[in-house]
């Protein structure tokens, strides 16, 4: 049973960069046509796709971050990470990975419990 | 970006009770839309995707249905096990987007 684990600093710098990885287990990043994705939920407020890489590399980012957002992959350790540059207190929030189905309209069928990353002044 | 505004953003609603959340796109998603339920403190849970599909081990008494722009999850009778936020999203082109939630308290 696929199972994803989101891991990282609970607490960043204001301007410094945020840095979070997710590891998989029950299955490999690498398995052809899966996507995987990041998003987040700010206190209190709704959710926010921030971006995906496919099993290739291939990535793609939600444009209000694209100047500051990366995802990357390593297929060796089976994980996938996240890095936000330039981080404000607007960045404060909930990060989850999740896994979309290509296969079925890209629904995202497994989910991270989530990890809190707070920002400070 | 698409646009996706769900109503109502909150309701009051008693067991057993027959609710309806609707979800409009600002433009044609065909059928790549899907619904989640978030209870606090949890990762969402998929309930439908494809607009119409119930997710395995999800209830019967949840369904969606629409295609297009305009779309609906109801259920039919709800449960204590209910009581949540409920959210639209849409994967037909990024960036993905959600609808702003709809919160089902009990009345």
């Known amino acids: 049973q696929l199972q994803l684990q989101e891991s990282g600093p609970g607490l960043v710098q204001s301007s410094e960069t945020l840095s979070l990885t997710c590891t998989v287990s029950?299955?490999?990043?690498?398995?052809?046509?899966?996507?995987w994705t990041w998003i987040r939920q700010p206190p209190g407020k709704g959710l926010e796709w921030v971006g995906n890489?496919?099993?290739?590399?291939?990535?793609h980012y939600n444009p209000s971050l694209k100047s500051r957002v990366s995802i990357f992959k390593d297929t060796s350790k089976n994980q996938f990470s996240l890095k936000l540059n330039s981080v404000t207190s607007a960045d404060t929030a909930v990060y989850f990975c999740?896994?979309?189905?290509?296969?079925?309209?890209?629904?995202?069928?497994?989910w991270g419990q989530g990890t809190t990353v707070a920002i400070s002044s | 970006d698409i646009q996706l505004t769900q109503s109502p953003s909150a309701l009051s609603a008693s067991i057993r009770d027959r609710v309806t959340i609707t979800c409009r796109a600002s433009?044609?998603?065909?059928?790549?839309l899907h619904w989640f339920q978030q209870k606090p403190g949890k990762a969402p849970k998929l309930l439908i995707y494809?607009?119409?599909t119930l997710q395995s081990d999800v209830p019967s008494r949840f369904s969606g249905s629409g295609s297009g722009t305009d779309f609906t999850l109801t259920i039919s009778s709800l449960q204590p096990e209910d009581f949540a936020t409920y959210y639209c999203?849409?994967?037909?082109?990024?960036?993905?987007?959600f609808g702003q939630g709809t919160k089902v308290e009990i009345k």
């Open positions: 433009q044609s998603i065909s059928n790549y």
């Open positions: 029950g299955g490999s990043i690498s398995t052809s046509s899966y996507y």
């Open positions: 999203q849409q994967t037909s082109s990024p960036p993905w987007t």
């Open positions: 890489i496919y099993y290739t590399g291939t990535t």
């Open positions: 999740a896994r979309p189905r290509s296969e079925y309209y890209y629904s995202m069928d497994v």
């Open positions: 494809a607009a119409s």
